[in-house]
């Protein structure tokens, strides 16, 4: 039986909208993924911290303040500096779905909008974490 | 769709029956309601004229053939001069009321230009780290005239109540002219993503100090609006949401008491931001419900005499959390029966979601619909020709005694824990929160309530945006960033330096010391939002920067 699957939750910037977060944190852990919530207001320096300390397969981030595009961008550059770059992130949040094309640009494996439903987000964030395993 | 197919379909849903018999918050209805329903309820005890205690059908007698609800739409993005063109588009649409809204940098007391701030300086709110920004967004604008609303709830309501006397004193104006509404509702931000830059004690004194200043000074200003929106935004049921916002209200009015005020003095001036969320009958008769409610708290339980003080004012915000990004144009039908119930409710001010929340922040387009939505219900639907048009309804009554009843019940709970900022500190309500979320995601995944086009009538998900997506100007953060830099470089140094120490020194005298006057002199020499809070922490023995990352400025240090 494989491990199961090390998810890393996280809001990054100064947005404190963490109700959808939550729920999906408590999805996740109903899927039997180990997921560590690191909280709100986290830079992304915390962020690349905690993906080495917990050994994590993927990382969620959580964005319902307009400032997903700069924050995306943050995190990925941070982990491609410290070598993490095969940690697929996923991002979730309020995004417009035109900004989707510049956020996988960016490096983001997947978005989840609102109305995603627990079978989508549990398996993209699986999907993820197992393309990552392959790669 | 094949012919059997379609007959199917058509004939199943031609027979549908109405599913779900209890309300929103799991309250459960009879098929209808009839006088047996009501027989303990008394008319004049429990009822009364609309305008007479305890205030059930509103809180006037001609309501509003006396005045309409004030239409206001929460307004705030980019610079102090974004939000000033904003408001003055606003007003050419027909809004009555002005409602600013900071950033996220506001909400934590940071400035523009702190390294973490700079991303987010202008994006969920207007950037304001000092006077020059007040000066901006209220340019032109006769602050003596207006009524102006600020949606901030945390310690930056003492920081904006500082910025604006500032302003009235530079333009040469009377601050007992100032009308308008501060939240300050600073126990709100504990269990809403920003209690960091807010600790209970620091936030219920600053509190405190506003409802004492305004008092004093400034008798035409709400000195706060009990925030039970966010609260029902975070999950909480009806009954929640008044039990838990009257928690916050009970606080707040035991401290005022406690630190010398008259109940009398300060409660006719106090208000509250309510939510009203899609189940309609069920929040006409929380907004009934909770004016009964707080008219017998103010007059029993804080012998309050004046009937001002016993009146339950409330603005309305439409829920958010009740609109879709999935096929969002069905946000605006919801947000007009919304705005509909609160009007049925008596509400005193509305603000109208735009349909395009769940995706980002609003158009002008967006907000113009919003705009709309108030002056169709206004103008031509006739509702505001009779004061509480449903009371008396069997059903509506009943429900209002079951709500009442139910947050009654809660609010003891809240009492026996010895209130709401012990609940707060012991985590208790954090897990109530917690608890209604999960709950909220299980009714949607089992089918219990229906959301149009999330677990229901579901299409293809858009490919574009209907009526397009608001975009921040590129490089804005860095830009206002500048300007604070800029600021720093060029005010009068030595008096910053000179009213940051005796605002220390003012913040060390202890609890009942009132921060305002202080918080004025500093604000009047541009002095920083960050520096002035900073200092204030400092002297309450917090960090001077609430994300830890930036010291004090080193001629403050000692």
Known sequence: ?135 | MGDSDLSRALEQAYFEAAERNETWSGLPCREFYGPEHVAGLDYGTALADPGAYPYTRGVHANMYRGRLWTRREVCGFGSGRDTNERMRFQVANGVSGLSVIDDNNGSLCIDADHPLGIPEAGIQGVSVSSLADFEAIFEGIPIDRVSVAFDISGLDSIAWMALYVALAERRGIDVAALRGTVQNDTLHFQYCGYGDSCPVDLGLKASVDIIEFCTRRMPRWYTGNVNMYDLREQGLDAPQEVAFGFGNAIEYTERAIARGLGVDEFAPRRGFYCSCHIDFFEEIAKLRAARRMWARIMRERFQAAEPRSWQFRFGVHTAGVSLTAPQPLNNAIRVAYEALAAVLGGAQSIHCCSYDEPIGLPTEASQQLAIRTQQVLAYETGVTRVADPLGGSYYLEALTERIEAEATRILAAIGAQGGMAAAVRSGWVQREIDAAIARRQQEIERNEKVVVGVNAFRQPRETETPGGVHRPPSGQGERLAEAVRRLRATRDAGAVRRALRALRECAGLGEKENLLPALIEAAGVYATVGEMLGVVRQAYGLPYDPLGTIEAPRDLAA
């Open chain 1, 1 to 135: 039986m494989s491990r199961p699957r090390r998810v890393l939750l996280a809001k990054v910037g100064l947005d404190g909208h963490d109700r959808g977060v939550k729920v999906v944190a408590a999805m996740l852990r109903d899927a039997g993924m180990h997921v560590v919530y690191l909280g709100i207001h986290r830079t992304s320096e915390a962020i690349a911290r905690a993906a080495v300390q917990e050994g994590v397969d993927v990382i969620g981030l959580s964005s319902l303040g307009g400032t997903h595009l700069v924050h995306a961008h943050e995190v990925i550059e941070r982990m491609r500096e410290e070598r993490l770059d095969d940690v697929p992130v996923v991002l979730g949040g309020t995004v417009p779905v035109e900004d989707i094309p510049a956020l996988e640009a960016l490096g983001v494996r997947a978005v989840l909008r609102p109305g995603a439903s627990r079978d989508e987000i549990v398996a993209t964030i699986s999907l993820a974490a197992e393309a990552a395993r392959r790669d």
